[in-house]
């Protein structure tokens, strides 16, 4: 049988991402072993006795680098040879679904998180496989993105959604987005659900979210329909 994949994130904030693998549906995906997640801090990993993991920036500047010998050392620890290093940065490739369903084919993910005003270049050069960005904004700390990235991959993962929930109407998997969702009660404060959801029609149904998803897609996201062109 296949090995569940495994999840290494490097970070001096372990605890940010406690809570987020202990709860829901990543947790859940835990206890039936269908991913494994380790949380690896590269404090761990220095030598001197204020256990430094960042220094100033070499030619001046406001700021602190990250040091590249306990990053190293901290993804050394745990990688194996089919491990794909995730660099998270302002400057990587866009995250999107394509790429999380690339990613939720691999057996083993290092997510290495930056902090202060970065990391060292080598660190970049000399350990990353790959880099990713999850916007066109700049946060503090990279475990944050780290989290974004590794909550869209693992809901892609066989199993840790149910037939229920699945994520094949999702925004994006086909290249549109998802038609309106409606739950009970039919009518709340003078909004009604719309007739053909209730009606018990499968085949009306399924053309009126058809529909929904076009209009939905054309009206706030016509670059994905450009791109769905052949
Ligand atoms: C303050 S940022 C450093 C930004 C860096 N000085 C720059 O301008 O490119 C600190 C860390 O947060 C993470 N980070 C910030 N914004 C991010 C984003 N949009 N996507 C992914 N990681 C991000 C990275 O790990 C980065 O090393």
């Known amino acids: 049988m296949k090995e569940a994949p495994k999840i290494d994130v490097i970070t001096i904030f372990p605890q940010m991402l406690r809570g987020f693998t202990e709860e829901s549906i990543l947790k ?16 761990a990993f220095t030598t001197d006795r204020h256990a430094t993991v ?5 030619g001046g500047g406001p700021g602190m680098v990250m040091k ?8 050394e620890s745990v990688r194996t040879p089919a491990a794909r290093v995730i660099l998270m940065t302002p400057q990587g490739r866009r ?5 999380a369903q690339t990613l939720s084919n691999e057996q083993h993910l290092i997510f290495v998180c930056g902090h202060y005003e970065g990391v060292d270049e080598r660190i970049r050069t ?11 904004y700049v946060l503090t700390n990279g475990t944050l993105a780290a989290a974004v990235v590794i909550d869209a991959v693992v809901r892609l993962l066989p199993g840790v959604l149910g037939a229920e929930d699945s994520a094949a109407d999702d925004s994006f998997s086909c ?8 739950t009970r009660p039919a009518e709340f404060r003078g909004m009604k659900v719309p ?6 029609n499968h085949e009306e149904i399924a053309r009126w979210r058809d529909e929904q998803a076009r209009l939905r897609t054309e009206t706030r996201r016509p670059d994905l329909l450009e791109r769905k062109k052949p």
């Open 195 to 200: 007739d053909v959801l209730i009606s018990g």
């Open 28 to 43: 859940r995906a835990v206890q039936k072993g269908l991913v494994g997640f380790r949380m690896v801090d590269p404090r």
């Open 126 to 136: 000399g350990l990353a496989t790959d880099e990713i960005s999850i916007g066109d």
């Open 95 to 99: 995250f999107d679904q394509a790429l």
């Open 68 to 75: 590249p010998d306990p990053m190293f050392a901290a993804v």
């Open 175 to 182: 290249g549109l987005l998802e038609y309106p969702q409606y």
């Open 54 to 58: 960042d220094d100033r920036p070499y």
